[in-house]
T-cell receptor, first 115, second 116 residues
Framework: AQSVSQHNHHVILSEAASLELGCNYS??????LFWYVQYPGQHLQLLLKYFSGDPLVKGIKGFEAEFIKSKFSFNLRKPSVQWSDTAEYFC?????????????FGGGTRLMVKP | ETGVTQSPTHLIKTRGQQVTLRCSSQSGHNTVSWYQQALGQGPQFIFQ???????GRGNFPPRFSGLQFPNYSSELNVNALELDDSALYLC???????????????FGPGTRLTVL
């Protein structure tokens, strides 16, 4: 069974600090990788995704993520965070296994950015 | 283009009761997936519906069941509610073509279910 680990459960940063959130997955087959964000009081929104091609993907609001196949990792980065980035971030993996095209999510990282 | 919508927003039930949650998929999408998000955790896959049939199921008991209608909207039914069923239930829609890994799933705002 596939699984996703997000090692940082809570992160507190000051504005303009750099951000890196870790995500590791366990699955040997072909996968799609996603980062979703949940702002306070809002629904899950897609931040960025990797299906194939360039392993460095750029998403909305200045976020990017790098897929490193050998490390089974898909870490999220942003060079300079803003107060408005305060949210919960979820890494997810999608594979077409016997359970259909299910998304397996990590436990989430709650980011607080201090103004 | 309308996004994924869910109803109701909040629901309070007592143990043993039954509940039905509803989801309208985003226009152009033909697949609906349901997830349960317990407090402080990531969403967990319940099941997926494609062409009105269950297309995959996570580790949830049979008292969790669903339907998909010809217009691609969907229902999640939970029988014999338990206290642990209290959670945010998320619906996601996507476009699924032929066999292969599915496309991006877009989420609705969720239904917050409280079981007393």
């Amino acid at each position: 069974a596939q699984s996703v680990s997000q090692h940082n459960h809570h992160v507190i940063l000051s504005e303009a600090a750099s951000l890196e959130l870790g995500c590791n997955y366990s699955y040997g087959g072909t996968v799609n990788l996603f980062w979703y964000v949940q702002y306070p009081g809002q629904h899950l929104q897609l931040l960025l995704k990797y299906f194939s091609g360039d392993p460095l993907v750029k998403g909305i609001k200045g976020f990017e993520a790098e897929f490193i196949k050998s490390k089974f990792s898909f870490n999220l980065r942003k060079p300079s965070v803003q107060w408005s980035d305060t949210a919960e971030y979820f890494c997810a993996v999608n594979s077409n296994n016997n359970a259909g095209n299910m998304l397996t999510f990590g436990g989430g990282t709650r980011l607080m950015v201090k103004p | 283009e309308t996004g994924v919508t869910q109803s109701p927003t909040h629901l309070i039930k007592t143990r043993g009761q039954q509940v039905t949650l509803r989801c309208s998929s985003q226009s152009g999408h033909n697949t609906v997936s349901w997830y349960q998000q317990a407090l402080g955790q990531g969403p967990q896959f319940i099941f997926q519906y494609y062409r009105e049939e269950e297309n995959g199921r996570g580790n949830f008991p049979p008292r969790f069941s669903g339907l998909q209608f010809p217009n691609y909207s969907s229902e999640l039914n939970v029988n014999a509610l338990e206290l642990d069923d209290s959670a945010l239930y998320l619906c996601a829609s996507s476009w699924e073509g032929l066999a292969g890994i599915g496309d991006t799933q877009y989420f609705g705002p969720g239904t917050r279910l409280t079981v007393l």
